[in-house]
């Protein structure tokens, strides 16, 4: 028996199902997939983490015995060579995004594959009703979990015994540089071990009901992008934070993450679909698109929002919700254009996430917010921040003004010889943009 375990989404060797299900000699390897990267800005910073990973990944397979080959090419020119070295079979994560799931038809054809649940708690296609059709609604897909969130524990795979590193040339010759890319400094964070960083959070654990909406405060687990890419495992977090008290709140985000992957697993077309059937007369104003992309938009919560993603990758779930509210019903434009240029900065970008989380903004989606509820980013800011911490910080032109002014619709509008470049009126009326949208998604909800 020869295999190929093929990391992608699962960065580390802890609670690995590849080398659980692993035999005899085997190949690790990773692919820098040139049909990903051609997408990709040249300062991408999710190439700087995957690559650091990568080479932690490396390290730890070396500990064990084994070691890890890295290529740069299309996966499917690359397994067409490794057949040469009769490989029985490839091991790896499942991955249900639409390039993924073609992308693995073919490599299935050249080396047969074994895809593994890996990077979730449960298995998508298991998650039915009683009456065998996929949950759409979060409560009782969240409810028919319960044995699963009552045990403190779930079983984590260890290594199979008696791996053995099938002969090959394991030196990496590939570089960020190499790659086309620049090597980015990352929030420092980013370095850091999963289980560093669920120390650090567990303290906050039992105010992370009611902290975790203040985005000035550091109250939630900056675990996302670790979890993405798999340097820690979904059961790995759940085991070290469920058995703590007051756990239970934490754990519920954790399992939106398994709702998403559940949805976009049973509705694959709402990756570039909406989930409910509306047809919603999108606006397409390039200007008021790229405002909100540059954080141009007048509206202080939104901009700083933005402007923090681009600048660091990041943007706390609660400016998520508020900023892709503000696109999808004040500026009416389609979810679609937020969900890609999300994809496009995020450091934890998940497909599953992103999408399911911009069509319940935009309430095209499953479980979605109702239509007529449209957040209005001033009270966003007043209520989580008051005292425009986190809005000074990131629009620094507004530090001389009183919070009260920021916090209030045309505040702005008799300061411009105060606040540089930054916009003294908002692109649009936020009353006006509201009924618009209402009436908007009223027109599309008649059949
Ligand atoms: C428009 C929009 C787009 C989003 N896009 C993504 C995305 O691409 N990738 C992503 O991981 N999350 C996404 N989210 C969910 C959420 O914003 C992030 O998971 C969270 O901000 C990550 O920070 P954290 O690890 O500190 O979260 P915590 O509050 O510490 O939560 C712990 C974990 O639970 C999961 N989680 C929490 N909230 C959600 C949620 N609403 N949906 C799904 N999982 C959740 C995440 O894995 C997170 O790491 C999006 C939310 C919105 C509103």
């Given at each position: 028996m020869k295999e190929i375990l093929w990391f992608r989404r699962d960065l580390r060797v802890r609670d690995s199902a590849l080398l659980a299900y692993a035999k005899g000699e085997v190949l690790p390897i990773f692919i820098f997939d040139t049909n990903l990267l051609k997408k990709l800005s040249r300062e991408d910073r999710r190439v700087s983490f995957i690559f650091y990973w990568v080479e932690e990944l490396k390290r730890e397979l070396c500990a064990m015995g084994l070691d890890l080959a890295i290529f740069y090419g299309d996966?499917?020119?690359?397994?067409?060579?490794?057949?040469?070295?009769?490989?029985?079979?490839?091991?790896?994560?499942?991955?249900?995004?639409?390039?993924?799931?073609?992308?693995?038809?073919?490599?299935?054809?050249?080396?047969?594959?074994?895809?593994?649940?890996?990077?979730?708690?449960?298995?998508?296609?298991?998650?039915?009703?009683?009456?065998?059709?996929?949950?759409?609604?979060?409560?009782?897909?969240?409810?028919?979990?319960?044995?699963?969130?009552?045990?403190?524990?779930?079983e984590e795979y260890q290594p199979s015994t008696y791996l053995r590193k099938a002969s090959f040339d394991y030196e990496n010759t590939i570089s960020v540089e190499s790659m086309g890319f620049r090597w980015m400094r990352l929030e420092p964070f980013l370095y850091q071990s999963p289980f560093e960083l669920l120390d650090a959070f567990k303290p906050k654990l039992n105010t992370y009901q009611e902290n975790r909406d203040y985005f000035y405060l550091d109250a939630t687990s900056n675990i996302s992008t670790h979890l993405r890419f798999g340097v820690v495992s979904p059961r790995e977090v759940f085991n070290y934070l469920r058995p703590l008290p007051q756990s239970q709140f934490y754990i519920r985000e954790l399992f939106?993450?398994?709702?998403?992957?559940?949805?976009?697993?049973?509705?694959?077309?709402?990756?570039?679909?909406?989930?409910?059937?509306?047809?919603?007369?999108?606006?397409?104003?390039?200007?008021?698109?790229?405002?909100?992309?540059?954080?141009?938009?007048?509206?202080?919560?939104?901009?700083?929002?933005?402007?923090?993603?681009?600048?660091?990758?990041?943007?706390?779930?609660?400016?998520?919700?508020?900023?892709?509210?503000?696109?999808?019903?004040?500026?009416?434009?389609?979810?679609?254009?937020?969900?890609?240029?999300?994809?496009?900065?995020?450091?934890?970008?998940?497909?599953?996430?992103?999408?399911?989380?911009?069509?319940?903004?935009?309430?095209?989606?499953?479980?979605?917010?109702?239509?007529?509820?449209?957040?209005?980013?001033?009270?966003?800011?007043?209520?989580?921040?008051?005292?425009?911490?986190?809005?000074?910080?990131?629009?620094?032109?507004?530090?001389?003004?009183?919070?009260?002014?920021?916090?209030?619709?045309?505040?702005?509008?008799?300061?411009?010889?105060?606040?540089?470049?930054?916009?003294?009126?908002?692109?649009?009326?936020?009353?006006?943009?509201?009924?618009r949208a209402i009436e908007r998604f009223k027109e599309s909800q008649t059949p």
């Open positions: 996966p499917v020119e690359i397994f067409k060579s490794l057949k040469k070295q009769k490989f029985s079979r490839v091991l790896c994560s499942v991955d249900y995004d639409s390039y993924a799931l073609e992308r693995d038809k073919k490599i299935d054809k050249i080396i047969p594959m074994m895809p593994l649940n890996d990077a979730w708690l449960i298995d998508p296609a298991q998650a039915l009703k009683s009456d065998g059709t996929p949950y759409k609604v979060f409560t009782p897909f969240y409810k028919s979990l319960k044995p699963l969130w009552n045990a403190h524990t779930i939106w993450r398994e709702f998403y992957n559940t949805i976009l697993y049973h509705f694959p077309q709402s990756q570039t679909r909406n989930f409910n059937a509306l047809t919603i007369a999108w606006e397409s104003n390039e200007e008021h698109f790229e405002a909100w992309c540059e954080g141009r938009t007048g509206v202080p919560i939104v901009d700083a929002a933005m402007r923090h993603l681009n600048q660091t990758g990041f943007m706390h779930n609660r400016l998520r919700m508020v900023v892709a509210s503000y696109l999808t019903k004040n500026l009416l434009l389609d979810w679609r254009k937020g969900e890609a240029y999300f994809a496009s900065k995020l450091m934890d970008y998940e497909a599953c996430s992103n999408i399911g989380s911009w069509q319940w903004a935009a309430s095209t989606g499953a479980d979605a917010v109702p239509y007529f509820r449209v957040f209005n980013p001033y009270t966003q800011s007043l209520k989580f921040d008051k005292d425009c911490l986190f809005i000074k910080q990131l629009l620094p032109q507004l530090e001389v003004l009183p919070n009260a002014l920021i916090h209030k619709e045309y505040g702005l509008k008799d300061w411009a010889m105060f606040i540089g470049d930054y916009p003294t009126m908002p692109i649009v009326d936020t009353k006006s943009s509201r009924l």
